[in-house]
């Protein structure tokens, strides 16, 4: 029987982990794919106090040694829900049940999709969400990234550097990505940005050729790319783990101040919980005060 089982080995998590080996809790992180969750696709980290210039990836390997090294289990499967019983918990992956007095949800969210037709077809052929993994199949080609938070910012610069020109597509005029990021890419000669416009088009028979665009006064303007790279956000995943679990009207994880979900020993930390700022350190702040609550409560 486990103390903790922790959902997600995202920044959140692996933060809640560290916090509950500490204090000699029997921990278990399990994770469906690959620990360090989104920031480990993250070219350069700039934002995390004390750790300046760091990739994601060196990060997120940090993150997840410090977890191991401290005692934490790990399992690299998919949980599929879990079951209250009389003082524990079951959690279910496809071949395990396993038993646990308390569980930290820390699955974080997904990428949302533009949801234009072609867009799924188009996956690996010329439409991608991660500029940092697939960027380099698309060395001295032209692109596109769409989106104006610090991901499409962050995707555009990164890509400036390896490709022949970058168009950034925004809907709106201002960003919500960092300023002094926007001002670099307004320095590179290779970065073409087009504001109040948004993709109405995914273009192409068998890989992605082009992307048609409208602005907000109806023009269209075809551009020709060989890959759209998207950055518009990121959603909950519609996840069966969290159908008892109270959520607010956009799917996030309602808690207390302490972490504290609808169910009792049922805590929630991350991008997945309701709040204003998803960031590395809000995430690794849920991750540590939902750890200290669990153990204050198996206590
Ligand atoms: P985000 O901040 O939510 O930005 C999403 C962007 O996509 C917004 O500009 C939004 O436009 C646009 N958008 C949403 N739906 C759209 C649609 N259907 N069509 C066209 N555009 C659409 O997401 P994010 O950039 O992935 O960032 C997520 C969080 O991670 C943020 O808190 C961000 O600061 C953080 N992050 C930080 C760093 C860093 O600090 N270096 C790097 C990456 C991410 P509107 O602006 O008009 O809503």
Redesign the pocket.
């Known amino acids: 029987m486990y103390d903790i089982v922790i959902i997600g080995a995202g920044t959140a998590g692996l933060t809640a982990g560290i916090y509950a080996a500490r204090s000699n809790k029997k921990v278990l992180i399990i994770e469906a794919s690959s620990f360090g969750g989104q920031i480990i696709n993250?070219n350069k980290?700039?934002?995390y106090p004390g750790l300046y210039h760091i990739s994601g990836f060196d990060y997120s390997k940090k993150l997840y040694d410090q977890a191991i090294s401290l005692g934490c289990d790990y399992l690299n499967k998919k949980a599929l829900e879990f079951n209250k019983l009389d003082n524990y918990f079951e959690v279910n992956t496809i071949d395990d049940v396993i038993k646990t007095k308390s569980i930290i949800l820390a699955v974080g969210v997904t990428n949302?999709k533009?949801n234009l037709e072609n867009e799924d077809k188009f996956i690996g052929k010329g439409i991608s969400y991660c500029a940092t993994c697939d960027g380099n199949f698309f060395r001295n080609k032209d692109v596109a990234v769409?989106?104006?938070?610090?991901?499409?910012l962050?995707d555009a610069l990164y890509l400036s550097d390896i490709c022949n020109k970058v168009y950034l597509v925004?809907?709106?005029d201002s960003?919500?990505?960092?300023s002094s990021t926007l001002d670099k890419l307004r320095e590179k000669d290779n970065v073409s940005i087009i504001v109040n416009s948004?993709v109405n088009e995914l273009i192409g028979e068998d890989k992605l050729d082009g992307i048609s665009l409208i602005d907000n006064l109806g023009n269209n303007k075809i551009i020709n790319v060989s890959c759209l790279f998207v950055?518009?956000?990121?959603i909950p995943e519609n996840n069966n783990l969290l159908k008892d679990i109270n959520v607010d009207n956009n799917g996030y994880i309602i808690t207390d101040d302490e972490m504290h979900t609808n169910i009792s020993h049922i805590y929630a930390s991350g991008d997945i919980r309701s709040k204003n700022?998803?960031?590395l350190v809000t995430a690794s702040s849920d991750g540590a005060i939902a750890a200290v609550t669990a153990i204050k409560e198996l206590n």
């Open positions: 993250s980290i700039d934002n949302r533009l769409i989106g104006g938070g610090n991901t499409a962050d925004h809907r709106r960003f919500r990505g960092s948004t950055a518009i956000g990121q700022l998803r960031q």
